[in-house]
Antibody, heavy 121, light 107 residues
């Protein structure tokens, strides 16, 4: 069974940093692209960042470009999102999601359960 | 960036009735369109991709159609478990983008 388990969320002050992790199991992790998708309280889904299975190419939404960094450790089957210079508008539940091919430009299935990031003083 | 627009924002439907949800892309995405269902407190669940292929385990009452810029998700006979929020997503080009969602509520 494919499983994605996010961790690392919490309360952080504006301007602070946080690193999210997503532990994957049940599939050949390096063969699939992965993405982070967030959802602000009461709002819709916003794609944040994606990475190819090899880790060689990364992609970002304009709203986080230059502040967030996506990476992966294929030896540990883990996806990361380093978030710097956090703003109040980054407050959201962050989901990791599995793409359907190595390139990562796909639909997502499955999704993790999400981890809540709250940016507030 | 491709903007995805869903309509209506809210759809009120009685159980057993048909629901038709629309998704429009600001530029053509060919067939690279997926639909998701999300219930309160849960992660989104893939319903349809490509844009008419049902994901594993999705009932036949869910169907998708369209290409280019206009897409439709149809639920043929709404069951109680289908009342939820539905999102479309394009995966034609980066950045990937989602529509704002359609809430299907009980009439």
């Amino acid at each position: 069974e494919v499983q994605l388990v996010e961790s690392g969320g919490g309360l952080v002050q504006p301007g602070g940093s946080l690193r999210l992790s997503c532990a994957a199991s049940g599939f050949s992790f390096s063969s699939y692209g992965m993405s982070w998708v967030r959802q602000a309280p009461g709002k819709g889904l916003e794609w944040v960042s994606g990475i190819r299975g090899s880790g060689g190419n990364t992609y970002y939404a304009d709203s986080v470009k230059g502040r967030f960094t996506i990476s992966r450790d294929n030896s540990r089957n883990t996806l990361y999102l380093q978030m710097n210079s956090l703003r109040a508008e980054d407050t959201a539940v962050y989901y990791c999601a599995k793409a359907q091919a190595e390139v990562g430009k796909n639909w997502f299935d499955p999704w993790g359960q999400g981890t809540l990031v709250t940016v507030s003083s | 960036e491709i903007v995805m627009t869903q309509s209506p924002a809210t759809l009120s439907v009685s159980p057993g009735e048909r629901a038709t949800l629309s998704c429009r892309a600001s530029q053509g995405v060919s067939s690279f369109l997926a639909w998701y269902q999300q219930k309160p407190g849960q992660a989104p669940r893939l319903l349809i991709y490509g844009p008419s292929t049902r994901a594993t385990g999705i009932p036949a009452r869910f169907s998708g159609s369209g290409s280019g810029t206009e897409f439709t998700l149809t639920i043929s006979s709404l069951q109680s478990e289908d009342f939820a929020v539905y999102y479309c997503q394009q995966y034609s080009i980066w950045p990937l983008t989602f529509g704002g969602g359609t809430t299907v509520e009980i009439k």
